[in-house]
C-alpha cells in the first residue's frame, strides 16, 4: 500500500488505480515461468501506476541461476490496441501522462528515447534512437526465493508542450512529448551477498533436487518389485491343490474278490 492506501486517487477506473504487487525489489517465491499467468506485479512511485514483468529468458548473476524479466510493450500500449490501459488516458501508445500525480504539471512518462511509442512522438523529435537493448526496463530473479538480484530500472521524463494563443512564442509551435531525460538506475547484488544467499538458502534447494531426483527412482524399483512379488504369490496360489480325502466315509468301490 501507499501511504497506507489500498487504491490510488489518480486514474479512470477501479483496475487502474490498485496498487498491486511488491515495491520491485523481491517478489513471491517459488517463482514458475511456465504458468502462463506468471506476472511479476510491482508499483512504481515514478508513474503512479502498477505495472507487471513477464519471464523472458534464463541467465545467472555472479554464478547464481536467475530468470530474467521485463516490461512487455503491451503494458505501455493505447487502450484501442490494448483495452486495459484505458484507466491511464487516451493519448497514443508508449507515453503516460502523469499530471495527476505531479500536481498539474504537464508531465508524459515513457521508456527512453521513446521506446514503444507511436511513430508520430518519434519522428516529431530530432536523434531519438529507441533500442530495446539498453531503453528497457529489466530484472533477473532468483526464482525459489523471489529476489531481484540484478535490475535495470529505466524511464524517460518529457514534457507535453502545445500552442498557446496567448504566449507569443508558443502561437505557432506543434504538439510535442517534448524529452528532458532519462534515467538508468542500477543495482546488483554483491560477492559476499550472494555467497550468503548460496551457503544459507539455496544450497538446501539443491540438496532437496538431488534427493528428489535420487528418491524417485528408488521409489520406482520398490513398487516394481512388490508388484513383482504380488503377482508371484498369487500365480503360487492359483497352481497349488489340496487333495480331498473323505476319511468319514464307509463307501467304497468293490473289487472282483467281494463277488
Request: with cysteine; net charge negative.
Amino acid at each position: 500500500m501507499k501511504n497506507s492506501l489500498s487504491y490510488l486517487p489518480y486514474w479512470k477506473n477501479l483496475w487502474g488505480n490498485q496498487i498491486n504487487g511488491t515495491d520491485g525489489s523481491w517478489f513471491h517465491p517459488l517463482i514458475n515461468k511456465d504458468l502462463p499467468s506468471e506476472r511479476l506485479y510491482m508499483y512504481s512511485t515514478d508513474i503512479c501506476r502498477s505495472v507487471y514483468a513477464t519471464f523472458e529468458h534464463h541467465s545467472s548473476v555472479l554464478n547464481i541461476p536467475t530468470e530474467t524479466f521485463s516490461i512487455p510493450s503491451e503494458v505501455f500500449l493505447n487502450a484501442t490496441l490494448n483495452p486495459d490501459n484505458i484507466a491511464f488516458g487516451t493519448y497514443d501508445s508508449g507515453v503516460l501522462d502523469v499530471s495527476a500525480c505531479r500536481q498539474g504539471a504537464p508531465i508524459f512518462i515513457s521508456l527512453p528515447h521513446l521506446l514503444y511509442a507511436a511513430d508520430r512522438y518519434i519522428k516529431s523529435v530530432d536523434g531519438i534512437a529507441p533500442d530495446p537493448s539498453v531503453h528497457r526496463t529489466v530484472l533477473e530473479v532468483e526464482p525459489h526465493t523471489g529476489l531481484v538480484l540484478n535490475a535495470q530500472k529505466r524511464l524517460q521524463i518529457n514534457t507535453f508542450i502545445q500552442p498557446d494563443p496567448l504566449i507569443d512564442d508558443l502561437k505557432m509551435i506543434s504538439e510535442v512529448i517534448l524529452p528532458t531525460i532519462w534515467i538508468n538506475e542500477s543495482t546488483t547484488i554483491d560477492q559476499k551477498s550472494a555467497d550468503d544467499l548460496n551457503n544459507q538458502v539455496l544450497r538446501y534447494f539443491t540438496i532437496i533436487r538431488w534427493v528428489s531426483i535420487v528418491l524417485i527412482p528408488i521409489g520406482v524399483v520398490i513398487f516394481v518389485i512388490t508388484i513383482a512379488c504380488f503377482a508371484r504369490r498369487r500365480s503360487q496360489k492359483a497352481t497349488t491343490f489340496v487333495p480331498i480325502i473323505n476319511t468319514g466315509s464307509n463307501n467304497s468301490i468293490a473289487s472282483e474278490n467281494d463277488y
